[in-house]
């Protein structure tokens, strides 16, 4: 099962089929987190050496690490595959940060497919991202305005027409608030919706779109950009 499952611990999971030392080096190596962890932003760089390198808790020989903040990743050889799981550390305690605890949460959920599809579909290779994010639609929402809601279980083959782009590719994972699917003309990337369903703090839900392209020239992904900012600010407004 490849899918990120969430339980009431919570505790978010990944099977990979990749060997350990891969697995524990995709934590590790900067260049290596820096493909997966994240989008592509000016903030990147500061982030990947505050959360993986600065008061963390490191056990390199039961592949162990506990990185700042808290959270704790975990890597067990399953098979002929590598099961990761990341256990999300307990609330702080402090009301204004707590609020945005669901949103880490679904953001892991998020950055541990992206693990996944680095480990399996793309070792070594660099990606481009785009982002997208809305605190007044529901991802729900979105994957309904991109026509993506027909799409199947994962592993299955779907087509689409996503912002004026006619695309194909396989359904990635399904999660309660997030749809992930492959897009073979972006180099085969990966296209995930997350949000967070409403709340307190987000009457109407959270949404965002990362797109993670390989191969593309700047004048492709600068289309793709204009495209998708496009219909971002057309689709995603109350």
């Known amino acids: 099962m ?37 989008w592509q932003s000016g903030e990147l760089e500061a982030e990947l050496d505050s959360i993986y390198f600065t008061d963390v808790v490191e056990d390199a020989e039961n592949h162990t690490l506990v990185p700042n903040g808290g959270d704790r990743f975990e890597i067990h050889e399953d098979g002929d595959s590598v099961r990761i799981t990341l256990v999300r550390a307990p609330l702080s305690g402090d009301a204004e940060w707590d609020a945005y605890y669901d949103d880490v949460t679904e953001g892991w959920t998020s950055f541990l497919q992206q693990l996944r599809f680095a480990l399996e579909r793309k070792p070594g290779e660099q990606r481009r991202t785009l982002f997208f994010g809305n605190r007044q639609t529901y991802s729900g929402t979105v994957v309904e305005r991109l026509e993506l809601d027909s799409a199947g279980e994962p592993g299955s083959r779907y087509t689409a027409t996503l912002a004026g782009e006619a695309i194909e590719g396989e359904v990635w994972f399904r999660s309660e608030h997030q749809l992930g699917v492959t897009v073979d003309s972006w180099g085969e990337g990966l296209l995930i919706i997350a949000g967070t369903g409403p709340s307190s703090t987000d009457p109407a839900g959270t949404s965002m779109a990362l797109l993670s392209t390989y191969g593309l020239d700047d004048n492709t992904y600068s289309l793709l950009d204009k495209r998708w900012s496009q219909w971002w600010a057309e689709n995603t407004s109350k």
């Open 2 to 38: 490849s899918d990120v499952q969430a339980t009431d611990t919570p505790r978010l999971e990944i099977r990979v089929t990749t060997t350990v030392d891969a697995a524990w080096r995709a934590l590790r190596d900067k260049d290596v987190i820096r493909q997966w962890h994240a």
